[in-house]
């Protein structure tokens, strides 16, 4: 069963540190997986996108990482700010069909000063 | 525009009426997605429109949801006698076609809630 696991729900952590945020799938055959950004009341953005070859991504203060063997991937935060606060989601392609993403549930992130 | 839109942002509906959510995809998107968001959830695929093909209706949760795109462009998902777990958001994304790396842009939703 394709399916796309996050961790953690939601994390809190202080301005100006760092944190790690995990996603875990099942999902084949694997195209490609995106890590979007979800403001409150906004829709998701993507931040990074990796295919299978790729095994990290940056995008400014934030690096994503893919494992394709495990079918892990990360998202790093550096030097958090307020505007990190969102919700980050990870979404893995399939290479066939028209609904070919599937969607993880989500990490809540809240960056308190 | 230069993003997905959508209409109306928030929407109160009565249990049992029918509402109407309209998304303007990115002009020149030939493939426009429809998605709900509960609380606590990931996305929920819905539809999928592809040009002139017939839709991909596989997602839709009941016989009271329909949705159509006219002119290949507007398109309007329909809840018909809405119940309180139709409450959501409602997500509309579009792309450009050709391989599955295309990203997805998402409009902004509407958030749907049914007293």
């Known amino acids: 069963k394709n399916q796309v696991e996050q961790s953690p729900q939601s994390l809190i952590i202080l301005e100006g540190k760092n944190c790690t945020l995990q996603?875990?799938?099942?999902?084949?055959?694997?195209?490609?997986l995106r890590w979007y950004k979800q403001d409150t009341g906004r829709g998701p953005v993507s931040l990074t996108i990796m295919t299978f070859s790729e095994n990290t991504k940056s995008n400014g203060r934030y690096t994503a990482t893919l494992d394709a063997d495990t079918k892990q991937s990360s998202l790093h935060i550096t030097a958090s700010q307020l505007s990190d606060s969102a919700s980050y989601i990870c979404?893995?392609?399939?290479?066939?069909?028209?609904?070919?993403?599937?969607f993880g549930t989500g990490t809540r992130l809240t960056v308190i000063p | 525009g230069a993003g997905v839109s959508q209409s109306p942002s928030n929407k109160v509906t009565e249990k049992g009426k029918d509402v109407e959510l309209r998304c303007d995809p990115i002009s020149g998107h030939t493939a426009l997605y429809w998605y709900r968001q509960s609380l606590g959830q990931g996305l929920e695929f819905l539809i999928y429109?592809?040009?002139?093909?017939?839709?991909?209706k596989s997602g839709l949760p009941s016989d009271r949801f329909s949705a159509e795109r006219t002119g290949g462009s507007v398109s309007t998902l329909t809840i018909q006698r809405t119940q309180q777990e139709d409450s959501a958001v409602y997500l509309c994304a579009s792309r450009t076609t050709g391989t599955a790396s295309y990203e997805q842009y998402f409009g902004p939703g509407t958030r749907l809630t049914v007293t």
């Open positions: 979404v893995v392609s399939v290479e066939t069909g028209a609904n070919n993403l599937f």
């Open positions: 996603c875990n799938y099942t999902v084949s055959p694997f195209s490609n």
């Open positions: 429109f592809q040009g002139n093909s017939a839709p991909d």
